[in-house]
C-alpha cells in the first residue's frame, strides 16, 4: 500500500512508519517537526526513516490544506496521527490546540472525501474517557466529562470522524491511546522525564503524591493493533489500545530506578489539573477484532527504554 502518514517525525508515528516500510508499504510522512519538544529527536527519528527507499517525507503543516492535499495524491490510506500531544500544554496554548487538533483534524477529514481516499485511521487518546470512574474504560462507555481542551479535541475528533462516515460512507477508525512508551520516546511523557532526572541527579516530580495508577503501553503493542487497524479497514470503529494492566505509579518508578541502578529524590505534588487518578484499557473489542495481543508489560518494556536512553544521550 501507499500510505500517508501525519506526524511521521513523531513518537508513534516513527516506529509506526519502520513497521509499514519493514513489510514493503510505501510511506509518504507529512511532519512539521513542531516545536512542541526538542525537534532534534524528529530529525533524529526522520534521518533513520530516510534512509529506506520507499520512505519521502514532506515538511508540511497540516493547516496548510494544498500542501496536505498535495501529499495526499493516490494514496490507499491516511494514518493521521500528527497533533499537539501534550495535556498540560493544552492549558498555556489553547489556540493552538484548536487550530491543530481541530482545524488540522478537519483538513485531513476533509480531503480524505474530496479525493476518495480508501480508508482513514486516527489517533485518538484515553483522555476521552476524563473523570469517568470506571475500570476498565470500555469503548461502549458514554465519554462527555473531558477534564482537559486536549480530551475534548479527541472527543471532538470522533465525533466529526462518525459525522464524515455517515454523511460520506468515510471507512474511518479511531484508536483511543493509553500512555505510550518506548525508545524514541516524547521527552514530555513521565518515563522520560524521570529517567533523564533519576540519571542525572535531579529529583523527579510525583503528582497525585503518587497514589495514581497507569496503563502504561509499550510502543510495539500500539503500532501492531494500529497496523491491524489499516489492514482491516473497517467502515467505522473505536478501538482502545492498552496494555490492559493498571500499574501503580510508584512501582513504575521504583521499575525506572532499578534499571538506572540508583535511587531518585521524590518531591510528591498535588495531582494537575488535567490528570486522571487511574487508566485502564478494556481491550476486548481490540482483541477480538485486530486480533490486538500486547506482549511487553513493563518489567519488560521499561529496561529497554533506559537502555534506549542511556546509549543514545550516551550516560
Ligand atoms: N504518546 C501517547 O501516550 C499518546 C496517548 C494518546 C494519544 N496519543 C496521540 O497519538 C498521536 C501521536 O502522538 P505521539 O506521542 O507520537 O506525539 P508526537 O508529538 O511525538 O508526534 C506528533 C507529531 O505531529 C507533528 N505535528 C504537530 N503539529 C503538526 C502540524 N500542524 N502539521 C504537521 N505535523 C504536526 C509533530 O511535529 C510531531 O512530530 C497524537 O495524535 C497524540 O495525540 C498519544
Known amino acids: 500500500m501507499k500510505i500517508l502518514l501525519t506526524g511521521a517525525a513523531g513518537f508513534i508515528g516513527f516506529h509506526t512508519a519502520q513497521v509499514l516500510l519493514a513489510r514493503g508499504d510505501e510511506v509518504i510522512g507529512f511532519d512539521n517537526f513542531s516545536p512542541y519538544y526538542d525537534p532534534t529527536l524528529k530529525e533524529a527519528r526522520a534521518k533513520i526513516l530516510a ?7 514532506i515538511r508540511g503543516d497540516i ?10 495524491k493516490g494514496v490507499d490510506r491516511v494514518v493521521h496521527l500528527a497533533a499537539l500531544a501534550g495535556v498540560r500544554y493544552s492549558f498555556e496554548h ?9 482545524k488540522g483534524f478537519f483538513h485531513v477529514l476533509d480531503e480524505v472525501r474530496v479525493q476518495k481516499i480508501a480508508g482513514l485511521i486516527y489517533a485518538s487518546s484515553s483522555s476521552v474517557y476524563g473523570g469517568n470512574d470506571k475500570l476498565p ?19 471532538d475528533n470522533e465525533t466529526m470522524a462518525h459525522t464524515y462516515h455517515h454523511l460520506y460512507g468515510i ?8 500512555t505510550v ?55 467505522e470503529e473505536i478501538f482502545n489500545l492498552g496494555c490492559g494492566r493498571k500499574e501503580e505509579l510508584m512501582d ?12 531518585g529524590k521524590k518531591e510528591f505534588l498535588p495531582m494537575q489539573p488535567g490528570d486522571v487518578r487511574a487508566s485502564l484499557a478494556d481491550i476486548s473489542k481490540a482483541k477480538k477484532m485486530l486480533g490486538f495481543e500486547p506482549k511487553t508489560p513493563i518489567r519488560l518494556g521499561v529496561p529497554k527504554f533506559v537502555t534506549w536512553y542511556r546509549e543514545y544521550y550516551n550516560i
Open 181 to 235: 512508551y518506548g525508545p524514541y520516546g516524547r521527552p514530555d511523557m513521565a518515563l522520560f522525564m524521570f529517567t533523564d532526572a533519576i540519571l542525572k541527579g535531579r529529583p523527579i516530580q510525583v503528582f497525585g503524591e503518587g497514589k495514581m495508577q497507569r496503563d502504561f503501553t509499550y510502543i510495539d503493542d500500539i503500532v501492531a493493533g494500529l497496523v491491524a487497524s489499516i489492514d482491516k479497514n473497517y467502515p
Open 171 to 178: 471507512p474511518v477508525t479511531g484508536h483511543r491511546f493509553f
Open 63 to 72: 493547516l496548510d490544506r494544498p500542501a496536505l492535499a498535495k501529499a495526499m
Open 137 to 155: 474504560a470500555s469503548e461502549e462507555d458514554r465519554v462527555d466529562n473531558q477534564l482537559s481542551l486536549y480530551g475534548q479535541n479527541k472527543k
Open 51 to 57: 534512509k529506506e527507499k520507499k520512505f519521502t517525507m
Open 94 to 102: 489553547p489556540e493552538e490546540y484548536i487550530d491543530i487538533n481541530i
Open 252 to 263: 513504575f518508578i521504583a521499575m525506572i530506578e532499578e534499571c538506572c541502578g540508583t535511587k
